[in-house]
């Protein structure tokens, strides 16, 4: 049902991850003989099996994650709270990731980091990242990033929206609420991987407009990753 995976390399040494391939078309196998321990809420009990096995599987590479340096707590449950986001414990922070038949997990010390964001995605063909580019990209961001000619436009648009997504997940829970795409700008994407955010307003938290979070992105063949963290 699923197998281990490389990690991509965009977080510092001292987040510890784990990632796994899923095979979603996998209609027979057991979930919880797949993952031994996970506990499925109740709320996700109707839920469709590609919902319960991407909850399911992120839980799992969690746990995994937190073998590696907070092994003590590895066997915390994750309950998804009112936001369906993981509540973590109180001495980590982390993050989940998961994309068509691709999860991960990726956890750090709170003393370390106020927080950590991760995020994948399949790579845009041409065609949706003209039709969504609206929904994610501000006015001339795109074209700023893309002059230097890195990216075809497919990728450089999964980029922009993941690294967007990524700063989303690692600011929510100081932020302690929604914010949209358009609150951040992506403005530098280097081919080496190296990423800067800039907010654009202000947010919860401390955070003002102008304030940036660097990061790192990787590209595969079919799906770009992107990491934010933010030192403690």
């Not at 709320?43 to 590479?61: I, M, T």
């Not at 302690?176 to 795409?181: A, H, L, T, V």
């Amino acid at each position: 049902m699923f197998r281990t995976t490389p990690d991509p390399d965009v977080l510092p040494c001292n987040v510890a991850r784990c990632s796994i391939a899923v095979d979603l078309h996998d209609e027979a196998g057991d979930l919880a003989l797949a993952f031994p321990g996970v506990a499925l809420p109740e709320s996700l009990r109707g839920a469709v099996r590609k919902r319960r096995l991407e909850y399911l599987a992120g839980r799992w590479c969690a746990r995994e994650a937190l073998r590696v340096g907070h092994a003590h707590l590895a066997e915390h449950p994750l309950p998804p709270g009112a936001d369906r986001a993981p509540a973590w414990p109180g001495v980590v922070v982390g993050s989940i990731t998961h994309t068509q038949g691709f999860v991960s997990a990726a956890v750090a010390s709170a003393a370390e980091f106020r927080g950590v964001g991760i995020d994948s995605e399949r790579v845009f063909t041409a065609e949706a990242a003209l039709r969504l580019a609206g929904r994610f990209a501000r006015p001339g961001e795109l074209a700023a990033l893309g002059r230097g000619g890195a990216y075809d436009e497919g990728t450089l648009a999964a980029l922009v929206f993941s690294a967007k997504e990524s700063v989303y997940k690692c600011l929510y829970p100081i932020v302690g609420g929604y914010f949209g795409f358009q609150a951040a700008e992506v403005v530098a994407l280097s081919i080496g991987g190296a990423l800067r955010v800039r907010l654009v307003e202000g947010l919860p938290g401390g955070f003002r407009a102008g304030d940036e979070f660097a990061g790192r992105a990787a590209v595969t063949a079919t799906h770009v990753h992107t990491a934010i963290t933010l030192r403690a």
